[in-house]
């Protein structure tokens, strides 16, 4: 088992409509949570940093991590066809250390 | 403006000829870390380093090696390439203290 799981996808939705994607994890050592966004080709691009549990926002970005579940949420609202790509969650257990990817979400937003 | 650097973006090399890949980083940051990317498996770190002359093994160093002699770069070497590192690589770089991790654009090497 994967020491991160993550779907897939690929998940489709309609322009405006809020994108929801998950991890789970298992090592209840990690503390630090981040979300990258990959296009097709391109180095992944860190979209949220969170410490701990709790939610975060940046607009129309949230994060929201339960450690008790061992379980990180990203939710993005007003998607728009610019947020299609690859969605990768990773964690680590040390501020500056290594990290610990899930396989990636590719999402569509269809016009 | 700041950015982590990887040259060459492509690569098509032979089994068993010597080659590196540089990483450079203007951030001022302490860590650095190689990453390889494959259909299925996902990003995986190969080395990384703490700081100028510590490295240590990721979850996939067969066959690579690093250096760390100045803070902002950090090569990645591959002294004999064999097509199962066939792959997209990616060099990152993070403060110590986090922040998260800034990735370059990519090395897309073949291996024949």
Known sequence: ?111 | EAQVTQNPRYLITVTGKKLTVTCSQNMNHEYMSWYRQDPGLGLRQIYYSMNVEVTDKGDVPEGYKVSRKEKRNFPLILESPSPNQTSLYFCASSFNRGGGYTFGSGTRLTVV
């Open chain 1, 1 to 111: 088992q994967k020491e991160v799981e993550q779907d897939p996808g690929p998940l489709s939705v309609p322009e405006g409509a809020i994108v929801s994607l998950n991890c789970t994890y298992s090592n209840s050592a990690f503390q630090y949570f981040m979300w990258y966004r990959q296009y097709s080709r391109k180095g992944p691009e860190l979209l949220m940093y969170t410490y701990s549990s709790g939610n975060k926002e940046d607009g129309r970005f949230t994060a929201q991590v339960d450690k008790s579940s061992k379980y990180i949420s990203l939710f993005i609202r007003d998607s728009q066809p610019s947020d299609s790509a690859t969605y990768l969650c990773a964690m680590s257990v040390a501020a500056g250390n290594k990290l610990t990817f899930g396989g990636g979400t590719r999402v569509l937003v269809k016009p």
